[in-house]
């Protein structure tokens, strides 16, 4: 694997599941992080980690909740979501933050049924 | 608040013709990034080309080229000899250099066509 992955690349879930969506980067980065993207509106910033500690959270509600292990993995658990949460949900990295560009996974998208 | 703007929701051109994608930016910063970033509908954003606000030089990327105006906060990409496979969202983002968020600010998309 190289770059980026992302999994699952689709997900369905009612309101009550609890699911987790995996980022898994291969480049070496320090900083990865968790971007929401609906439709007709600007990508959305969720979380950002560096080596592993988390420098930010956007306002993100607490039914999204981020984990990063190590510097190579980062998840997002996801419980008892609405149908507004559905969109496509796509992880970044970069070698540092705020130096050069983010590195993007395909992404999962997302349905709250 | 920093914000880009992407005036042109949507573009079309013709294969082997140029197009140029409009992006407008603001800030207070004077050291920052700026990229182009493509979604084809495969969904995968890939970096396109990028400029550092520091460097007068314009960016270019084979046919991929950037029109960087720092005092009018203008950042437009200029597509040469286009191909079908050109075809997607553009994205222009915005970064602050060394900022401890590292967040990047997009703007809300091009869609380019590419009409054989």
């Known amino acids: 694997e190289t770059g980026v992955t992302q999994t699952p690349r689709h997900l369905v879930m009612g309101m009550t599941n609890k699911k987790s969506l995996k980022c898994e980067q291969h480049?070496?980065?320090?900083?990865m992080y968790w971007y929401k993207q609906s439709a007709k509106k600007p990508l959305e910033l969720m979380f950002v980690y560096s080596l592993e500690e988390r420098v930010e959270n956007n306002s993100v509600p607490s039914r999204f909740s981020p984990e990063c292990p190590n510097s190579s993995h980062l998840f997002l658990h996801l419980h008892t979501l609405q149908p507004e949460d559905s969109a496509l949900y796509l992880c970044?990295?970069?070698?540092?933050?705020?130096?050069?560009?983010?590195?993007f996974g395909p992404g999962t998208r997302l349905t709250v049924l | 608040a920093q914000t880009v703007t992407q005036s042109q929701p949507e573009m079309s051109v013709q294969e082997a013709e140029t197009v140029t994608l409009s992006c407008t930016y603001d800030t207070s910063e004077s050291d920052y990034y700026l990229f182009w970033y493509k979604q084809p509908p495969s969904r995968q954003m890939i970096l396109v080309i990028r400029?550092?606000?520091?460097?007068?030089q314009n960016a270019t990327e084979n046919r991929f080229s950037v029109n960087f105006q720092k005092a009018a906060k203008s950042f437009s990409l200029k597509i040469s000899d286009s191909q079908l496979g050109d075809a997607a969202m553009y994205f222009c983002a915005y970064t602050v250099y060394g900022g401890s968020q590292g967040n990047l600010i997009f703007g809300k998309g091009t869609k380019l066509s590419v009409k054989p």
């Open positions: 480049l070496g980065h320090n900083a």
């Open positions: 400029q550092e606000a520091y460097k007068q």
């Open positions: 970044a990295s970069s070698q540092e933050t705020g130096l050069g560009e983010q590195f």
